[in-house]
């Protein structure tokens, strides 16, 4: 069983659209949470970064982590075209230590 | 957040040589690692590139294959010794930032024939 989680995908929406990407782990030290986005032949880019339990909001994005359940999600409202990318999920046990990363959703956004 | 470059940006290389990739970073940073995404797959951790002292490496991955120099807080290289096609994937550097975010640099492409 791999320690993160995450369905591949693809999803489609339409634009506009609410989109939920979620992540479940299995390793209750992790204590340090994060979404990325990844555009094809791109490196990763840090959408959202967590640390307790319960809701982080950045415009559009809104991160949600239940440690009791082990599961992150990550929203995105009114999706855009240009949403279009692989979004990856990650943790870490400490501040500054590696990252552990789900297997990436790969999103389209239809418009 | 830190800027992060490295080069090359991408390259194509015969089985048997070997590929060094560099990492530059605008600021003085603590941690940096990297990291292999073969073709389709997620990011995997090959080592915590330590300054001034040996690189860790996490199971899978040796010294021998993938030595990893770490001169300064602003620079690191890592090498890809007697590269196979097995090899071909992107490399990317990443580096700790004010506590638990992690940037990443852009990326190198490696394909090896």
């Known amino acids: 069983q791999k320690e993160v989680e995450q369905d591949p995908g693809p999803l489609s929406v339409p634009e506009g659209a609410i989109v939920s990407l979620n992540c479940t782990y299995s390793?209750?030290?992790?204590?340090?949470f994060m979404w990325y986005r990844q555009y094809s032949r791109k490196g990763p880019e840090l959408l959202m970064y967590?640390?307790?339990?319960g809701n982080k909001e950045d415009g559009r994005f809104t991160a949600q982590v239940d440690k009791s359940s082990k599961y992150i999600s990550l929203f995105i409202r009114d999706s855009q075209p240009s949403d279009s990318a692989t979004y990856l999920c990650?943790?870490?046990?400490?501040?500054?230590?590696?990252?552990?990363f789900g297997g990436g959703t790969r999103l389209m956004v239809k418009p | 957040s830190a800027v992060i470059s490295q080069k090359p940006s991408r390259d194509i290389c015969q089985r048997g040589t070997s590929l060094t990739i560099q990492c530059q970073v605008d600021?003085?940073?603590?941690?940096m690692f990297w990291y292999r995404q073969q073709p389709g797959q997620s990011l995997t951790l090959i080592a915590t590139?330590?300054?001034?002292?040996?690189?860790?490496?996490e199971s899978g991955f040796v010294i021998d294959k993938f030595p990893i120099s770490r001169p300064n807080l602003t620079f690191s290289t890592l090498t890809v010794s007697n590269m196979s096609p097995e090899d071909s994937s992107i490399y990317l550097c990443?580096?700790?930032?004010?506590?638990?975010?992690?940037?990443f640099g852009p990326g190198t492409r490696l394909t090896v024939t």
């Open positions: 990443s580096v700790g930032y004010r506590g638990s975010e992690q940037y």
């Open positions: 390793n209750s030290a992790f204590q340090y």
């Open positions: 967590t640390y307790s339990s």
């Open positions: 990650a943790m870490s046990r400490n501040a500054g230590n590696m990252l552990t």
């Open positions: 600021s003085q940073v603590t941690m």
């Open positions: 590139a330590n300054q001034g002292s040996e690189a860790t490496y």
